[in-house]
């Protein structure tokens, strides 16, 4: 992550969106309303909300990339049964 001015908090979860694409491994994000670089370690799509995890702010701000909440594709079914 490159050092803004932004306000943060070690362990602080935050949701981001992917601004633009910068090189194969470089994007641009908004977060906390700032415009920040960021070198993601997995793919992620110019457009995509993510949600990122504070892990370090000195000497430089580090994030973890969070994995998308289970949607209810991923959820069993409720299944009615008749007697």
């Known amino acids: 992550m490159s ?5 943060l908090r070690v362990g602080e979860i935050l949701a981001a969106k992917v601004r633009r694409k910068l ?5 641009m994000i908004e977060l906390k309303g700032r415009m920040m670089v960021a070198d ?9 909300y993510i949600s990122v995890q504070v ?14 909440p289970q ?11 008749r007697t």
Request: net charge positive; charged share 15%; glycine share 2%.
């Open 3 to 7: 050092f803004q001015s932004i306000p």
């Open 71 to 81: 949607t209810a594709t991923n959820q069993p079914l409720p299944v009615d049964l």
């Open 40 to 48: 993601p370690d997995q793919a992620v799509n110019v457009g995509d």
């Open 55 to 68: 892990i370090a702010i000195s000497p430089r701000i580090r994030l973890r990339l969070l994995p998308p």
């Open 23 to 27: 090189a194969s491994n470089r994007v």
